[in-house]
């Protein structure tokens, strides 16, 4: 493409806004997701109005250094004018197609073959098609259809069932949410629908036996599934969906022998596998997918967020060899798909995107060098009085909060003591995301060690504010 742009993201100026304005239209129309509307409009949302790099600003011209690269997708972080030059040449070109009625578009094409080498064989699995959609809960919406349409073209439509696990995260809508193992959701819809279990998720500090060491921990957790499919009958389960690391669940880092133990169950019983690497691939974890590094081989794996680091709405699902060649040449017509499947402007800021991140070698960083560095500055917050537990995968860690971390004797609920955290992180110029009192963060891949030592620093300064606070409220 040779259009010259209109132009030049050089010199766009930040806009002025009017924060109460805002606030009171936003109030009045825009119903947020995951949100009580009428607390929300006593206080006042937030009005973000430009980002740089690791660093976002609001109305007011507040600065705050985001460790949760906005929802866990910003991951070459803010302001990165060759993707706003990508999609604005292609939507000069083509801003939009459909890809029904035996049409494609170049990007699509481009991004489908991109991916599918991007994703490592291992064994005899390998990736070969690319489905795609505008997000993770679209994405695993399409594994529900895509999954019970392979047992039925190879004449077994009874294996609809499909496992995923308590406090899964996997997207919002009616399958995506029944898919995930999230009670607050569950209780709204009456969901799961009709056949989605549930095992419990591999969280040690939860679920673990008295003296029980962590290996056998894993094993053990991931030995539900198989009596999961024993009570469920194996000739009707179709597939077992799990996140390599829980992202919305709290950063759950399952123990290295509990994903090998898994591909032996579904290895065994002739069950498909489903990877959700919404929040884990591209880069996040160090590696471009997290199966290969965890050590299993899915037949799916779900794609979202960090493939055009947010600045476009993309998701989709890798199709393995196993599934796409029954999908193909026995399956017919698959009755599923999206208006913005293949949107070729958002599928060209992805091409862009991997591009920048191949050229800056930001997978690489995090493999050997950034992750490495989180890890070994987030282990020192183990010094802390409310620290009872912090870990860490590539650049994504997460902290327990705890009461007595001698006697690892929790807060009680009704305190919300990782809410008060969450102001103070906000009042601080940190974005530190609460779930319970498990305190998270995702930061952008392209931090630098200075930035990691800043994020640090704030991390421990409100930390120390919710001690104090915590203290003058007899909480401890």
């Known amino acids: 493409m040779s259009l010259t742009p209109i132009f030049n993201p050089a010199v766009v100026q930040q806009r002025q806004v009017d924060t109460r304005s805002i606030q009171a239209l936003d109030s009045a129309h825009y119903l947020h997701p995951f ?40 991951n070459i972080g803010y302001g990165r004018q060759e993707l706003a030059q990508a999609a604005y040449l292609q939507m000069m070109e083509l801003p939009y197609y459909n890809s029904f009625f035996n049409t494609t578009n170049v990007p ?15 064994g005899d699995r390998e990736f070969t098609h690319v489905f795609f959609s505008s997000s993770g809960s679209e994405s695993n919406d399409t594994n529900i259809r895509m999954v019970r349409h392979y047992w039925s073209s190879l004449g077994q439509p009874q294996r609809k069932v499909i496992i995923g696990r308590k406090n899964g995260y996997h997207g919002s809508t009616i399958g995506g949410a029944s898919l995930g193992g999230m009670q607050g959701m569950h209780e709204q819809g009456d969901l799961p629908i009709p056949g989605i279990v549930h095992i419990d998720q591999p969280y040690y500090l939860e679920n673990a036996l008295l003296g029980e060491t962590e290996h056998d921990f894993g094993v053990r957790m991931a030995r539900q599934l198989e009596a999961k499919i024993v009570e ?22 399952p123990p ?81 798909g999206y208006t ?94 609460a779930v319970g009192d498990r305190m998270i963060i995702a930061p952008p891949l392209v931090m630098t060690r200075a930035d990691i030592d800043e994020m640090m620093t704030l991390i421990v300064r409100c930390l120390d504010l919710t001690l104090a606070q915590a203290q003058a409220e007899g909480w401890c």
């Not at 006593?42 to 109005?49: K, L």
């Not at 481009?110 to 291992?122: F, G």
């Not at 997978?363 to 050997?368: A, I, P, Y």
């Not at 987030?378 to 327990?400: E, K, N, S, Y």
């Open 340 to 433: 913005y499947s293949g949107h070729p402007a958002a599928c060209q800021v992805a091409l862009a995107n991997l591009e920048w991140m191949e050229r800056e070698r930001i997978v690489e960083r995090v493999r050997d060098d950034t992750g490495p560095y989180l890890a070994e500055r987030f282990a020192q917050l183990l010094q802390h009085p409310l620290v009872g537990d912090a870990r860490t995968c590539g650049m994504t860690a997460g902290l327990v909060l705890m009461k007595d971390k001698t006697a690892r004797q929790m807060f009680p609920p009704e305190l919300a003591v990782g809410m008060a955290c969450r102001a103070h992180c906000f009042g601080n110029g940190l974005i530190m995301r």
């Open 256 to 336: 290295a022998s509990y994903w090998p133990e898994i591909q032996r169950i579904v290895d065994q019983y002739g069950i498909l596998l489903i990877s959700d690497e919404v929040i884990c691939a591209f880069g996040r974890l160090g590696a471009w997918f997290a199966y290969e590094q965890m050590g299993y081989k899915p037949d799916l794996v779900t794609f979202a967020k960090g493939v055009t680091s947010g600045y476009m709405p993309l998701g989709g699902v890798m199709v393995g060899n196993r599934v796409s060649k029954v999908l193909i040449e026995r399956g017919g017509e698959f009755n599923h």
């Open 108 to 122: 699509a094409v481009k991004l489908a073959t991109k991916l599918c080498a991007l994703a490592p064989k291992v």
């Open 232 to 253: 469920v009958g194996a000739d009707k389960v179709a597939a077992f969906i799990g996140e390599p690391i829980q992202g919305a669940g709290g950063v759950i880092i």
């Open 35 to 74: 949100t009580d509307s009428q607390a929300l409009a006593q206080r006042g949302a937030r009005v973000i109005t430009r980002g740089e790099g690791v660093y976002i600003w609001d109305s007011e011209g507040k600065k705050i250094l985001d460790a949760m690269s906005g929802l866990w997708c910003v």
